[in-house]
């Protein structure tokens, strides 16, 4: 092992800076999660505030709340359906971009495609509104012009959490595009030509050459996805729910806002910031281990 | 081999050493390095007709003190703020009024602010919730100490009758201050009025037939159904309806004949929520009533969308707001509405009204106990903005040049309107509300008297403080929720009873309702 280093020490000198970083910011400041075993008192600091009692005292409160269940089974709702919902688009969009003939035609909608994922929700938002306002929107505008009655997009909670994926979706699309096309670039394109040899058909190459190559990009990027299952989004439900559709937008990170941060509960907003780091961290373990079963693990 | 390896570490070490450069370059250093330019900058503007032992001089005599508040105002430059220099010449304190963000971003900046340990001198209260947990946390003045080195301010509110209601669990942590007026208002378009044929709505049935036909008979004449009878400026616009009936769309206390009750409880409530939901199925009321803010309600106003609504005379009759809302339709005559009777027996009311000073109070850090010198700079600066000359300058600005004063009467000069936006914010302990309104806002005199003439539920709400481990968050979000549900047909009105029912089981609301019971008698608001 020394030696290794001795040989490479350049190398591990260049690497110093990356974990210095990762000492002092990541590391260095994780012992502050103790305040949420503690009454976090802002002026006393955190050493000197007393220890909550009983010990998981925060961790009860937010149990005890009535919305416990409601805001956990919607970050769960929510989060799952955006995987479901999010992880096959950008494959089906990075085929058919690889697939184009045409470069020119092929860099445009690759550059329009991945233009959402810079816009902040804040923007999406005004676009929303633009478009499905029930009073002022486009659509609704069509639909009143056209003799049908105007829709409640925004505001009905039976649909709520399918303009939330819609939207995710639409703005995340062509950005996780970028990978498979990478991914697609790597394959050798010998596998490709033996294939037109043996008289496959573009669709049998996509389906038996793309496709299973694809596959271990795939589940790394699934991985990834779980370990944030706890994070459904806040910025965007932040700001496009409204009090219409509470029951279904509440989510941990929003309630945790509301409670936590906006109400200077801070120990509540840990306590709940470390079960939900906790869960992320056992559900990133566990797809590893269920991926590892077809030789696709992360580690 | 000795000259490659020396190449190497030289490598190394640079890649090494410019990573770590430019981390520091893009997050901690160039905050602090411009803050410090910034400064230096400053000093020398400031400095460059002041000789240094003179500065150090003023200095050392003149207080500093630090106000924060969060309104969307723009400030002028320190050195073009008339209002702070007019102060320091009065009374020798140095205050600087910043701004830190508004609405909620006030909230979370000044939390994050004062969790960094870094409290200003005297701020505004978000919230009466935010100030328990400040109260909790120790780090608000007390000022019922102090109440004998304040009696101007004293006289100013009235005495102890005028300090009680600023008062949060029986201590004065707000600076105590003058009442002020509630501004909502019903509103109606007179010429839509006149168009379909209809007078103005006095009763509920009325304004519900009244909205049918702003709403189908084209008031505006253009061919397209495109008009709503009814909106307002979120769910409160709804309590047009509901507090004629003893509710409203939030929970509130108020003193009813049969002592402490809610608005949730009220014996008509039932029926009110029934009305809302007869509007809603009726097609008249804006969709996005609920998400509307008043900006947005402004501007279906002036789009010529809305006929009648529930709104505030500040928002639509101040003479910047009016040009807004006639920019399109020059004719659009808007008027106000006494509030509509439900016909129950009894007087119909618009609105609530807190018995409470809760918006916009000032507090002090308790910090500045601990420092003589800016606790008497802050006792001198609450006393001197009651003061007669103190009040008028934070309400009028300067004599001669932004108001004049005739036969004993202040008359505005232009420059008020454009030198003196800000300056209200200076008004700490409040001003008197009338007489300041209709010198300022002369356009909307009438406005502002109806709306302070309109009978409203006066509530106790504010008063009450839970203990911590109740959730009054997640009720109120509770009660919100079915409130919508019961007005727009999510949730059906004859499962009303079973809601309250669900309020004192899930959500503690009957432990609420004694606890409240409990502290207004302490507090000696009922008996």
């Not at chain 1, 509440?250 to 936590?260: A, M, P, Q």
């Given at each position: 092992?020394?030696?290794?280093?001795?040989?490479?020490?350049?190398?591990?000198?260049?690497?110093?800076p990356?974990?210095?970083?990762?000492?002092?910011?990541?590391?260095?400041?994780?012992?502050?999660?103790?305040?949420?075993?503690?009454?976090?008192?802002?002026?006393?600091?955190?050493?000197?505030?007393?220890?909550?009692?009983?010990?998981?005292?925060?961790?009860?409160?937010?149990?005890s709340?009535?919305?416990?269940?409601?805001?956990?089974?919607?970050?769960?709702?929510?989060?799952?359906?955006?995987?479901?919902?999010?992880?096959?688009?950008?494959?089906?969009?990075?085929?058919?971009?690889?697939?184009?003939?045409?470069?020119?035609f092929?860099?445009?909608?690759?550059?329009?495609?991945?233009?959402?994922?810079?816009?902040?929700?804040?923007?999406?938002?005004?676009?929303?509104?633009?478009?499905?306002?029930?009073?002022?929107?486009?659509i609704?505008?069509?639909?009143?012009?056209?003799?049908?009655?105007?829709?409640?997009?925004?505001?009905d909670?039976?649909?709520?959490?399918?303009?939330?994926?819609?939207?995710?979706?639409?703005?995340?699309?062509?950005?996780?595009?970028?990978?498979?096309?990478?991914?697609?670039?790597?394959?050798?394109?010998?596998?490709?030509?033996?294939?037109?040899?043996?008289?496959?058909s573009?669709?049998?190459?996509?389906?038996?050459?793309?496709?299973?190559?694809?596959?271990?990009?795939?589940?790394?990027?699934?991985?990834?996805?779980?370990?944030?299952?706890?994070?459904?989004?806040?910025?965007?439900?932040?700001?496009?729910?409204?009090?219409?559709?509470?029951?279904?937008?509440?989510?941990?990170?929003?309630?945790?806002?509301?409670?936590?941060?906006?109400?200077?509960?801070?120990?509540?907003?840990?306590?709940?910031?470390?079960?939900?780091?906790?869960?992320?961290?056992?559900?990133?373990?566990?797809?590893?281990?269920?991926?590892?079963?077809?030789?696709?693990?992360?580690? | 081999?000795?000259?490659?390896?020396?190449?190497?570490?030289?490598?190394?070490?640079?890649?090494?050493?410019?990573?770590?450069?430019?981390?520091?370059?893009?997050?901690?250093?160039?905050?602090?390095?411009?803050?410090?330019?910034?400064?230096?900058?400053?000093?020398?503007?400031?400095?460059?007709?002041?000789?240094?032992?003179?500065?150090?001089?003023?200095?050392?005599?003149?207080?500093?003190?630090?106000?924060?508040?969060?309104?969307?105002?723009?400030?002028?430059?320190?050195?073009?703020?008339?209002?702070?220099?007019?102060?320091?010449d009065?009374?020798?304190?140095?205050?600087?009024?910043?701004?830190?963000?508004?609405?909620?971003?006030?909230?979370?900046?000044?939390?994050?602010?004062?969790?960094?340990?870094?409290?200003?001198?005297?701020?505004?209260?978000?919230?009466?919730?935010a100030?328990?947990?400040?109260?909790?946390?120790?780090?608000?003045?007390?000022?019922?100490?102090?109440?004998?080195?304040?009696?101007?301010?004293?006289?100013?509110?009235?005495?102890?009758?005028?300090?009680?209601?600023?008062?949060?669990?029986?201590?004065?942590?707000?600076?105590?201050?003058?009442?002020?007026?509630?501004?909502?208002?019903?509103?109606?378009?007179?010429?839509?009025?006149?168009?379909?044929?209809?007078?103005?709505?006095?009763?509920?049935?009325?304004?519900?037939?009244?909205?049918?036909?702003?709403?189908?008979?084209?008031?505006?004449?253009?061919?397209?159904?495109?008009?709503?009878?009814?909106?307002?400026?979120?769910?409160?616009?709804?309590?047009?309806?509901?507090?004629?009936?003893?509710?409203?769309?939030?929970n509130?206390?108020?003193?009813?004949?049969?002592?402490?009750?809610?608005?949730?409880?009220?014996?008509?409530?039932?029926?009110?929520?029934?009305?809302?939901?007869?509007?809603?199925?009726?097609?008249?009321?804006?969709?996005?009533?609920?998400?509307?803010?008043?900006?947005?309600?402004?501007?279906?106003?002036?789009?010529?969308?809305?006929?009648?609504?529930?709104?505030?005379?500040?928002?639509?009759?101040?003479?910047i707001?009016?040009?807004?809302?006639?920019?399109?339709?020059?004719?659009?005559?808007?008027?106000?509405?006494?509030?509509?009777?439900?016909?129950?027996?009894?007087?119909?009311?618009?609105?609530?009204?807190?018995?409470v000073?809760?918006?916009?109070?000032?507090?002090?850090?308790?910090?500045?106990?601990?420092?003589?010198?800016?606790?008497?700079?802050?006792?001198?600066?609450?006393?001197?903005?009651?003061?007669?000359?103190?009040?008028?300058?934070?309400?009028?600005?300067?004599?001669?040049?932004?108001?004049?004063?005739?036969?004993?009467?202040?008359?505005?000069?232009?420059?008020?309107?454009?030198?003196?936006?800000?300056?209200?914010?200076?008004?700490?302990?409040?001003?008197?509300?009338?007489?300041?309104?209709?010198?300022?806002?002369?356009?909307?005199?009438g406005?502002?008297?109806?709306?302070?003439?309109?009978?409203?539920?006066?509530?106790y709400?504010?008063?009450?403080?839970?203990?911590?481990?109740?959730h009054?968050?997640?009720?109120n979000?509770?009660?919100?929720?079915?409130?919508?549900?019961?007005?727009?047909?999510?949730?059906?009105?004859?499962?009303?009873?079973?809601?309250?029912?669900?309020?004192?089981?899930?959500?503690?609301?009957?432990?609420?309702?004694?606890i409240?019971?409990?502290?207004?008698?302490?507090?000696?608001?009922?008996?």
């Amino acid at each position: 092992m020394i030696r290794v280093i001795k040989w490479n020490w350049q190398y591990y000198l260049m690497l110093l800076p990356c974990l210095i970083y990762y000492v002092i910011f990541k590391y260095g400041t994780m012992y502050g999660v103790i305040i949420a075993f503690k009454d976090y008192n802002v002026k006393k600091g955190i050493l000197a505030s007393p220890w909550a009692d009983p010990l998981l005292k925060h961790f009860q409160y937010f149990f005890s709340s009535p919305y416990a269940s409601v805001v956990i089974g919607n970050t769960l709702k929510i989060s799952f359906l955006k995987i479901i919902f999010g992880m096959i688009p950008p494959v089906i969009l990075a085929i058919l971009i690889s697939e184009c003939g045409n470069k020119w035609f092929r860099k445009i909608v690759q550059t329009a495609s991945y233009l959402p994922h810079f816009l902040s929700w804040v923007i999406i938002y005004g676009i929303m509104i633009a478009f499905f306002s029930q009073s002022t929107g486009l659509i609704n505008r069509w639909l009143t012009e056209m003799g049908f009655s105007s829709y409640p997009f925004l505001t009905d909670p039976a649909h709520f959490q399918a303009m939330i994926v819609g939207t995710d979706v639409w703005k995340g699309v062509g950005w996780s595009a970028i990978i498979y096309l990478a991914a697609i670039a790597g394959i050798d394109t010998t596998l490709y030509e033996a294939g037109i040899i043996d008289g496959c058909s573009k669709l049998k190459r996509i389906w038996y050459i793309t496709l299973p190559l694809l596959r271990g990009t795939f589940i790394l990027q699934l991985i990834l996805r779980t370990g944030s299952v706890m994070d459904a989004g806040f910025d965007q439900i932040y700001v496009i729910a409204t009090s219409q559709v509470l029951s279904v937008s509440e989510i941990l990170d929003t309630w945790v806002f509301k409670e936590g941060i906006q109400r200077m509960n801070y120990s509540l907003a840990s306590a709940v910031g470390l079960l939900k780091s906790v869960i992320s961290l056992i559900l990133v373990f566990g797809t590893n281990k269920l991926a590892r079963k077809w030789d696709e693990g992360l580690w | 081999m000795k000259r490659k390896k020396a190449v190497a570490f030289l490598m190394a070490m640079g890649l090494t050493f410019s990573v770590a450069l430019t981390g520091c370059g893009n997050s901690g250093g160039s905050p602090d390095q411009e803050t410090v330019e910034k400064q230096a900058e400053k000093e020398t503007e400031s400095g460059v007709s002041e000789s240094d032992d003179q500065s150090a001089k003023t200095s050392e005599e003149i207080a500093e003190l630090e106000l924060v508040v969060g309104h969307a105002v723009i400030m002028p430059e320190k050195e073009d703020n008339f209002l702070e220099k007019k102060i320091r010449d009065a009374i020798g304190v140095d205050v600087t009024m910043n701004i830190l963000g508004a609405g909620s971003d006030y909230t979370t900046a000044l939390n994050a602010r004062i969790s960094g340990g870094d409290i200003p001198d005297m701020f505004q209260a978000p919230s009466t919730d935010a100030l328990m947990q400040y109260v909790e946390n120790g780090l608000i003045l007390c000022l019922d100490d102090y109440l004998d080195q304040l009696q101007p301010l004293v006289d100013w509110v009235g005495g102890e009758n005028g300090i009680k209601p600023n008062r949060i669990g029986g201590k004065l942590y707000r600076v105590p201050k003058a009442p002020q007026g509630i501004y909502d208002l019903l509103v109606v378009r007179q010429d839509w009025l006149d168009k379909v044929g209809a007078e103005v709505p006095t009763t509920m049935e009325e304004a519900l037939e009244v909205a049918r036909k702003l709403t189908f008979d084209d008031p505006d004449g253009n061919g397209v159904q495109d008009t709503y009878g009814f909106s307002g400026s979120g769910l409160f616009g709804f309590n047009a309806i509901l507090t004629s009936y003893g509710g409203a769309t939030t929970n509130e206390l108020y003193l009813s004949d049969k002592g402490l009750t809610s608005t949730l409880l009220s014996p008509r409530m039932k029926e009110g929520l029934e009305m809302c939901k007869r509007f809603v199925d009726a097609g008249v009321v804006d969709p996005d009533i609920v998400a509307n803010n008043p900006e947005v309600l402004r501007d279906k106003m002036a789009q010529c969308k809305i006929g009648m609504a529930s709104y505030d005379w500040a928002n639509m009759y101040k003479q910047i707001n009016w040009d807004l809302i006639t920019a399109v339709d020059p004719g659009a005559d808007w008027i106000w509405m006494n509030p509509w009777d439900a016909q129950t027996g009894e007087t119909p009311r618009y609105h609530i009204k807190s018995a409470v000073n809760t918006i916009g109070s000032w507090v002090i850090s308790a910090d500045v106990a601990d420092n003589p010198e800016k606790l008497d700079a802050v006792l001198k600066l609450l006393n001197y903005v009651v003061s007669e000359e103190g009040n008028r300058l934070v309400c009028y600005g300067e004599e001669g040049r932004h108001y004049n004063v005739e036969d004993g009467m202040i008359v505005k000069t232009d420059l008020m309107t454009t030198e003196c936006e800000y300056i209200w914010l200076y008004q700490i302990a409040s001003r008197n509300e009338m007489e300041y309104l209709s010198v300022k806002f002369p356009e909307a005199e009438g406005s502002i008297k109806a709306a302070m003439e309109t009978d409203r539920i006066v509530t106790y709400t504010e008063a009450v403080i839970m203990p911590e481990d109740f959730h009054m968050e997640d009720m109120n979000k509770y009660i919100e929720e079915n409130i919508i549900g019961f007005i727009f047909g999510t949730r059906p009105i004859s499962e009303y009873d079973q809601f309250i029912e669900e309020l004192n089981t899930s959500f503690g609301f009957g432990e609420y309702m004694k606890i409240a019971e409990e502290q207004l008698k302490e507090q000696g608001y009922m008996e």
